[in-house]
């Protein structure tokens, strides 16, 4: 698995204190396409859907977890863009995403990070809306719609079944929401935060504390739990 970390530098500095969660499902803006089989064949639109973004200021950190497929090889032709900082490859699988995670954080230095997976790809303005939203809403998490598609990139769905029980309507326009109220109404309920190449949000220490914690949290909790695709 290659994982994809972006350092992000904006003009404004976000304030410290309490933050909304900023969610983004508007159709129009920012969309993540989410393949439905994960494998190293769509690496290359991954990479150029991140180097075709509008944002101008980031930085990208490519980690290959001992991928055995033809990744390093495809990975080798970008290596010497601009953009790219780091380019580092595990002589040992690492058995866990979040130790891949945790590797890019501690290299990130920006203001924002986005985890951009390597079988999703996203619009060209994905990073021009998130931080847009992010800063006019003071807000400490950006997550935009993703919708499914298949190995050919043709729509299969944006996830409606898996929202059904806790309002679909809810999901099909842009909200601002409270971390603590999402939490207790929504994310408690089940993870509606289905993609973290969804996500963009700010590089904070606590985060990065947080994350060993949640290693060991869904492991357990994905022993009992399988989600199934319709």
């Known amino acids: 698995m290659i994982t994809f970390f972006f350092r992000l530098e904006t003009s404004k500095k976000l304030k410290d204190g309490t933050h909304p969660i900023y969610l983004s499902f508007k159709s129009s803006d920012g969309k993540v396409k989410w393949y439905r089989h ?45 953009s790219i900082s780091h380019i580092i490859y ?13 590797k890019g954080f501690e290299l990130a230095k920006g203001e924002y990070i986005w985890i951009a997976e390597s079988d999703d790809f996203c619009d ?10 992010l800063e006019e809403n003071n807000a400490q998490i950006f997550v935009a719609k993703s919708v499914r598609v298949d190995e ?55 985060i990065r504390q947080y994350l060993s914690k949640l290693e060991d949290f869904l492991i357990i909790l994905t022993r009992k739990l399988i989600l199934k695709f319709p």
Do not use: H, M
Request: aromatic share 14%.
């Open 90 to 102: 595990n002589s040992k699988n690492s058995g866990s995403p979040f130790k891949q995670w945790q």
């Open 152 to 206: 050919e990139g043709k729509y299969i769905d944006e996830f409606q079944w898996w929202y059904e029980d806790l309002g679909i309507s809810r999901w099909k326009l842009d909200y601002v929401n409270d971390s603590k109220d999402e939490v207790k109404k929504y994310l408690s309920r089940k993870c509606t935060i289905i993609n973290a190449s969804a996500v963009v949000f700010e590089n904070r220490k606590e």
């Open 38 to 82: 994960y494998t190293g064949r769509y690496l290359r639109k991954r990479i150029e859907s991140v180097l075709n973004q509008t944002y101008p200021n980031f930085e990208i950190i490519i980690l290959d977890d001992c991928s055995v497929d033809s990744s390093k090889k495809i990975i080798e032709q970008y290596q010497n863009e601009q």
């Open 124 to 133: 060209d303005n994905f990073l021009e809306v998130a931080v847009k939203k």
